[in-house]
């Protein structure tokens, strides 16, 4: 089965470009996570989305962020206009929102996004 | 407060030997999850073990065992026969009601051969 697929892998930018990243979650699953990693600010939970409706989203750090979830097999997560402070991997993970097993969250590989 | 604590930054284990990582959690749930997460150099996020908080028994994946203790709130990892493979950063994390989840800050764990 295919995980979470993030996609582009890699980009880098010069500062001011608008910046999409996009998430496929893993079929089947209704909760969607957007994640920042840096080395200064450890793992950061940006928003999470259940069955396509962004619940929270208190750790969008500015209004430079948006995400959206069109629907339950695709996600977009926007900056715009992107700074070099904005430097970091996102992650994309996916879960299903059940409480009778583990339901763990599922990682996509994330990108790698350097802003100069 | 933190939802999550752990508050070993850095860790360092013989080859063989075993390691405890230390993890402590905040919530007022009655109903919540516990887990665990390596991340490698190579980045990637894995998950390792899972913990529910009406399980009475510690959860135990191979090598890898959670020592759940829920009137301390803490949910330990516990890695027995370290390999040099288990060199990472690990995260403890927890699931509350709504599915809202939180990570700690990481431990980064060394094994010495």
């Known amino acids: 089965d295919a995980g979470v697929i993030q996609s582009p892998r890699h980009e880098v930018t010069e500062m001011g470009q608008e910046v999409t990243l996009r998430c496929k979650p893993i079929s089947g699953h209704n909760s969607l996570f957007w994640y920042r990693q840096t080395m200064m600010r450890g793992l950061e939970l940006l928003i999470y989305f259940n069955n396509n409706v962004p619940i929270d989203d208190s750790g969008m750090p500015e209004d430079r962020f948006s995400a959206k979830m069109p629907n339950a097999s695709f996600s977009t997560l926007k900056i715009q206009p992107s700074e070099p402070r904005d430097s970091a991997v996102y992650f994309c993970a996916s879960s299903a929102r059940d409480f009778t097993g583990s339901y763990e969250q599922y990682f996509g590989p994330g990108t790698r996004l350097t802003v100069t | 407060a933190q939802k999550i604590t752990q508050t070993q930054p850095g860790m360092f284990v013989q080859e063989k030997e075993a390691v405890t990582l230390d993890c402590t959690y905040d919530?007022?749930?009655?109903?919540?999850?516990l887990f665990w997460y390596k991340q490698p150099s190579s980045g990637e996020m894995i998950f390792l073990i899972y913990?529910?908080?009406?399980?009475?028994q510690n959860a135990t994946e191979g090598r890898y065992s959670l020592n759940f203790q829920k009137a301390r709130k803490s949910a330990n990892l516990v890695i027995s026969a370290s390999q040099l493979g288990d060199s990472a950063m690990y995260f403890c994390a927890m699931r509350e009601t709504g599915n809202q989840f939180y990570f700690g800050t990481g431990t980064s764990l060394t094994v010495i051969p």
């Open positions: 913990q529910g908080s009406y399980d009475e």
């Open positions: 919530t007022s749930d009655q109903s919540y999850g």
